[in-house]
C-alpha cells in the first residue's frame, strides 16, 4: 500500500520516515478511494496513541488528494530481520513481548484495533527500544468499515481464527497475534505457515502447535493460553503481562543447603548395560505416546544385526537392519540425492534424501528444519495425500520439540488408517528433518504396517534410524 522513504524535514532539521501511497492506476476509482482513506486512518490511529512502543506520527501532507504520513525514524531493524538469522532466547522474547503488549494496551484503550501484529511490523530500535508499526488496517471503533474486493486483510499466519470465520473481532485477536509472534521468535516459524494461504487458514482454524521447545514456564504458558481458538478463554493483557514479566526478569534460585561430594577414587568406565537401561527406560517413559525416542549421540552400539553405511553423495552416514536391500535412483538428476533401505518383505523400508542450499535456485530449501516440515506439511494438505501412494487426508502429527547433536531438528507422523478396498493396509511414516549449518535439508523417512505385528518393529527402525544418523558436516 506504500513506500516508506528516509527523508529530511527542512523546517526543524530532524531525520523522518515518510509513507508514500503506491496505488496502482488502474484500480477503480473506489478502491483507491479506500487505500487512500486506509493511509489517513492509519495516521489517525497511530497519532492518537501515546505509548513508547508505537511510532509517533508527526503530519499527513495531502498532495494531488494523495495522503503522505509524516512519522519518526525508527533506526534499527524489524524483528521479522532478526529471525531469519536465528531465534531469540526466552528472556529477550518476552521483554520484547512486553513492549508490543503495553502499544495494543494502549489501542485497545483508544478503540483501536491492530490487526496486522506480527514481526515485520515489531522494529528493534537503540537502546532496546521497540516498536509497533503499521496501523495500516487498523480499525477505529466508531468509524465505517472498509471493504476491498477478493481480498484478505491481516497476515494469514498471524491471524485469529474469529477473523478467519468473519467474525466480530476484538481486543483478544490482537492477543492471539501476539502469541503467534512469541512463537515465532522463539521457534523461529509460526505454528500455522503453509505453503498457501487456503492451508495456512484451515492450519489456524484447526492445527493445534506443538509446544514451543525453547519456551518453558511463564512463557510457554502465555503462549498456550494466547493461542486459545476460543478468544473468551484467552487470557486478559493483564494476565499475559505478568507472565511475560515473570519470564522476563525470572527469579534468582537461592541455594538452601550445601551439599559436598565425597572425595571417593574413581575409576574411568563406559556406562554398563544396567546403566543405559535405567535411562532409556525413563526417557521411553516419557515420549512414548510420540512413539519416537532421539538420544545426542545415538546412546550405545547399534542393536544386533544392525550396520552402518557411509553415503557419499549424501555426505551421511545411515544406520539399517544388515539385511535389508539397498536401493539409489537410477539417474542423477531423478528426485535428487538419496538411498533406500528396505526389508525383504517390502513391510518396511527407510529413505535418506538432501536438498543441497547450493542447488538451490528458489525457496524448495526453508530456513530451518520446522519450516521444512510446516511447508511440507501445508502441501500435503493442499493436495490431500502425501504422496506415499496411499488414500487421501491421512492424519498427521507435527513435533519441532526435537534436537539433533545439539541443533533443532523436527518431525512428522503420518498415518492412514482407511478401511479403502484398493488401500487395505494401513501404514504410518514418520519423516525426521534436519538442516545443516551450511543449509542443506535432509529428510529420514520410514515408513512400516500402521497396525499388527510389524508397527512396533517399524517404530523401533525408525528410532534406531534416525538416532544412529550422522551428517559429514553438522
Known sequence: MGTVWRARDETVEREVAVKEPRVPDHLPE????NAFERMRR???????LDHPAVVNVHDVAVVDDRPWIVMELVHGRSLGDVLKEGTLDAREAARIGLEVLG???AAHAAGVLHRDVKPDNVLLGRHDRVVLTDFGIAHIEGETNLTDTGGFVGSP???APERVLGRRPGPASDLWSLGVVLYAATEG??????S??????????????APPAAATGPLAEAIDGLLDKDPARRPDAARVRALL???ADPPVPQPTQTVREADVPRRKRSPGRTVWIGLGAAVVAAAVAAYLVLADPFAGPLPDHWTKDHEKDLTATLAHPDTYVRSVPEKASDDGRWVAYTDPSGAISLALSVARRSEDRGTDIKESAAAQMYADNGDFLARGDYRLDMPGHPRTETDDNVTFHGRKAARNTVRYDTDDSRHPLPREVQIFYYRSAAGDMYKLTVAYPGKGDFTGRGREVARTAIAGLDVDTL
Do not use: G, I, K
Request: net charge positive.
Open 157 to 159: 499466519e498471524y491471524v
Open 30 to 33: 473506489r478502491e483507491r478511494a
Open 196 to 209: 498457501n494461504t487456503p492451508a495456512t487458514l484451515q492450519s489456524v482454524l484447526h492445527a493445534v502447535p
Open 103 to 105: 502499544a495494543l494496551e
Open 245 to 247: 514479566r515473570a519470564a
Open 42 to 48: 492509519e495516521a489517525r490511529a497511530a497519532a492518537r
Open 189 to 194: 516459524v509460526s505454528p500455522f505457515r503453509r
